[in-house]
């Protein structure tokens, strides 16, 4: 019978990409990891890895045995599950990790919602981008991932992740002052030559925002990237810069800046959160997922009244 350690270090490789990263990940040194998998090798009786330059990738027969890994760990989790939700009192740790404005916005209210019902339950947040938190959450570096999704640019559905749709947060423009429109398409093109902040090249969110500038018939002048969107509100509200801000940055407080509705179909962010397939059923995330509705709920109550469009 094969190791189970073992084959839990080969699917690491397979989502870390290095010896290295393995290492890292695990608190162990890379030639310990390397032995291991050297052994695993042994046990299996065919060649697991090969090299390519600096690297090495895993085998045709390695890619075998790490998808009957992903089944044996998925049934680990139903067991985990299982045993936590016959215990009357809630324990242990769940991991969470959150990109800046849920975890602004959301997070410290379902925080609160789990102290009061489980306040046995220790829960770990950490900020993060959905780009490296997803991979991470595939690599167990997290039990539940709120992440998201931008009009028009879908994320790619991993099998081995499942998702709960959470709420869906309206983007607006932010009007730096000086600047006048009639309705939000003029709005768009008044700023064509107004200096703009956004999110980094990579992002998901940049690809949205110079999408919707290129169809209002303009190429935004980006002078400012940045992934933190109270960076983005501040450079506003000094009249640096114009902007694309969701309504969760203002917490449910009155909006300090002039804000637009954006044209059909590029209104609204999708808020999400994701576990392993198999992790749903576990009771600390079942929890956590009821608290973070329970603070959407609380922010239901933001209205456009503040707002111009």
């Given at each position: 019978?094969f190791?189970?350690?073992?084959?839990?270090?080969?699917?690491?490789?397979?989502?870390?990409?290095t010896?290295?990263?393995?290492?890292?990940?695990?608190s162990?040194?890379?030639?310990?990891?390397?032995?291991?998998?050297?052994?695993?090798?042994?046990?299996?009786?065919?060649?697991?890895?090969?090299?390519?330059?600096?690297?090495?990738?895993?085998?045709?027969?390695?890619?075998?045995?790490?998808?009957?890994?992903?089944?044996?760990?998925?049934?680990l989790?139903?067991?985990?599950?299982?045993?936590?939700?016959?215990?009357?009192?809630?324990?242990?740790?769940?991991?969470?990790?959150?990109?800046?404005?849920?975890?602004?916005?959301?997070?410290?209210d379902?925080?609160?919602?789990?102290?009061?019902?489980h306040?046995?339950?220790?829960?770990?947040?950490t900020?993060m981008?959905?780009?490296?938190?997803?991979?991470?959450?595939?690599?167990?570096?997290?039990?539940?991932?709120?992440?998201?999704?931008?009009?028009?640019?879908?994320?790619?559905?991993?099998?081995?992740?499942?998702?709960e749709?959470?709420?869906?947060?309206?983007?607006?423009?932010?009007q730096?002052?000086?600047?006048?429109?009639?309705?939000?398409?003029?709005?768009?093109?008044a700023?064509?030559?107004?200096?703009?902040?956004?999110?980094?090249?990579?992002?998901?969110?940049?690809?949205?925002?110079?999408?919707?500038?290129?169809?209002?018939?303009?190429?935004?002048?980006?002078?400012?990237?940045?992934?933190?969107?109270?960076?983005?509100l501040?450079?506003?509200?000094?009249?640096?810069?114009?902007?694309?801000?969701?309504?969760?940055?203002?917490?449910?407080?009155?909006?300090?800046?002039?804000?637009?509705?954006?044209?059909?179909?590029?209104?609204?962010?999708?808020?999400?959160?994701?576990?392993?397939?198999?992790?749903?059923?576990?009771?600390?995330?079942r929890a956590?997922?009821?608290?973070?509705?329970?603070?959407?709920?609380?922010?239901?109550?933001?209205?456009?009244?503040?707002?111009?469009?």
């Open positions: 019978m190791d189970l350690h073992r084959l839990r270090l080969l699917r690491e490789l397979k989502h870390r990409g010896l290295a990263a393995v290492a890292a990940a695990l162990y040194s890379p030639s310990s990891v390397s032995q291991q998998l050297s052994l695993l090798e042994v046990e299996v009786g065919v060649p697991l890895l090969e090299r390519v330059g600096r690297r090495v990738r895993l085998t045709p027969q390695a890619e075998i045995l790490v998808t009957h890994t992903e089944a044996i760990l998925e049934r989790e139903q067991a985990e599950a299982d045993v936590a939700n016959s215990m009357i009192d809630l324990t242990g740790t769940l991991r969470v990790a959150s990109f800046q404005t849920a975890a602004l916005a959301l997070v410290p379902a925080l609160t919602f789990l102290r009061d019902t306040p046995h339950l220790r829960v770990h947040v900020q981008e959905p780009k490296e938190a997803l991979p991470a959450l595939l690599a167990h570096d997290f039990d539940l991932v709120i992440a998201e999704e931008y009009p028009g640019h879908p994320n790619p559905r991993h099998p081995e992740l499942e998702r749709d959470l709420c869906d947060d309206p983007l607006r423009l932010a730096p002052k000086g600047v006048d429109a009639a309705e939000p398409q003029e709005a768009l093109r700023l064509a030559d107004h200096p703009w902040v956004m999110e980094p090249e990579d992002t998901v969110a940049r690809q949205w925002a110079m999408t919707l500038c290129r169809d209002a018939g303009f190429e935004p002048d980006v002078r400012f990237e940045s992934t933190d969107l109270l960076f983005h501040r450079l506003v509200e000094q009249g640096h810069a114009a902007a694309l801000l969701p309504d969760l940055v203002w917490r449910g407080l009155r909006p300090s800046v002039a804000l637009w509705s954006l044209p059909p179909g590029r209104q609204a962010r999708r808020l999400f959160t994701a576990v392993r397939r198999g992790g749903a059923r576990h009771l600390a995330v956590c997922r009821q608290a973070l509705l329970q603070a959407v709920a609380r922010r239901a109550d933001f209205t456009d009244s503040s707002s111009r469009a």
